[in-house]
């Protein structure tokens, strides 16, 4: 009975990924596909941070399918937990210069 969590999940992720592509977000930035290309405004991140987010989160299904031995399972875990920790520092606004 995981299908209507998970559909919600997926749903969520991905509104929040759409929104956060808001071009309206970083009017500054520039904008492929729908997805605005990281620039100095920290809110052009979001997107590529969602995505990655995303990417991360369908990295987990594919490992619990595929990897079946051992390395399999350490290597993709380390691409989990890479694209995890790189979709969490974009979301974050870092502090700029002048805030330090």
Do not use: C, H, W
């Not at 991905?14 to 729908?34: H, Q, R, Y």
């Amino acid at each position: 009975m995981l299908a209507v969590p998970l559909t919600a999940y997926g749903a969520t992720l991905g509104t929040a990924a759409t929104l956060a592509s808001d071009p309206a977000l970083a009017p500054d930035a520039k904008n492929i596909a729908g997805l605005n290309i990281p620039n100095s405004d920290p809110r052009s991140r979001y997107g590529v941070g969602a995505l990655l987010f995303t990417v991360s989160d369908g990295l987990i299904v594919l490992r619990r399918l595929f990897a079946r031995d051992e390395r399999a399972r350490r290597v993709s875990e380390g691409v989990i937990l890479a694209t995890y920790a790189a979709a969490q520092y974009l979301l974050t606004e870092p502090p700029t210069k002048k805030e330090l």
